[in-house]
């Protein structure tokens, strides 16, 4: 997620609407944001569990609607471009039934809530590391700005 919000931010930052997205963009993840994490963290230690277990937000989303959702909480419109790259397994989900075994915890934050607050500040450091850099970020390579393999 923090990849694709400094992905976004930095196109958004240098007037581009096209990032490149690791896969076909249907690999599927849960997101829960670090709040919700502690208070289930904290709930799974007052526990009698002792089995492991992923702990999580019962939404699954894809990595393309990730993507989308972050360009809509940036205020723009981007275009995945897919690329081969490294893409985890293909889907991690969250262990709801266990989970359903803590009795006062739930996550309670929503994706867009989490990445409004995510993406303000990944949006932050990527403007201040921008200024460090006469050219800005780049997104992904330029063809046009590169002469030979990189």
């Given at each position: 997620?923090?990849?694709?919000c400094r992905k976004?931010?930095?196109?958004?930052?240098?007037?581009?609407?096209?990032?490149?997205?690791?896969?076909?963009?249907?690999?599927?993840?849960?997101?829960?944001?670090?709040?919700?994490?502690?208070?289930?963290?904290?709930?799974?230690?007052?526990?009698?569990?002792?089995?492991?277990?992923?702990?999580?937000?019962?939404?699954?989303?894809?990595?393309?609607?990730?993507?989308r959702t972050i360009?809509?909480?940036?205020?723009?419109?981007?275009?995945?471009?897919?690329?081969?790259?490294?893409?985890?397994?293909?889907?991690?989900?969250?262990?709801?039934?266990?989970?359903?075994?803590?009795?006062?915890?739930?996550?309670?934050?929503?994706?867009?809530?989490?990445?409004?607050?995510?993406?303000?500040?990944?949006?932050?450091?990527?403007?201040?590391?921008?200024?460090?850099?006469?050219?800005?970020?780049?997104?992904?390579?330029r063809p046009d700005?590169?002469?030979?393999?990189?």
């Amino acid at each position: 997620m923090a990849a694709l919000c400094r992905k976004i931010a930095a196109a958004r930052l240098e007037g581009l609407n096209v990032i490149e997205v690791w896969g076909d963009g249907e690999q599927t993840r849960s997101f829960c944001y670090i709040d919700d994490c502690g208070a289930g963290l904290h709930a799974a230690m007052h526990s009698d569990h002792s089995e492991p277990y992923n702990l999580g937000h019962d939404r699954i989303v894809s990595i393309n609607e990730l993507t989308r959702t972050i360009a809509d909480t940036a205020g723009m419109r981007v275009k995945a471009k897919h690329v081969d790259g490294p893409q985890g397994i293909r889907t991690c989900e969250v262990e709801h039934a266990r989970i359903k075994a803590f009795p006062r915890w739930s996550a309670e934050i929503s994706l867009e809530r989490g990445l409004r607050r995510t993406y303000k500040w990944i949006e932050q450091q990527v403007k201040e590391a921008a200024s460090e850099y006469s050219f800005g970020i780049a997104t992904f390579r330029r063809p046009d700005l590169f002469d030979g393999d990189m």
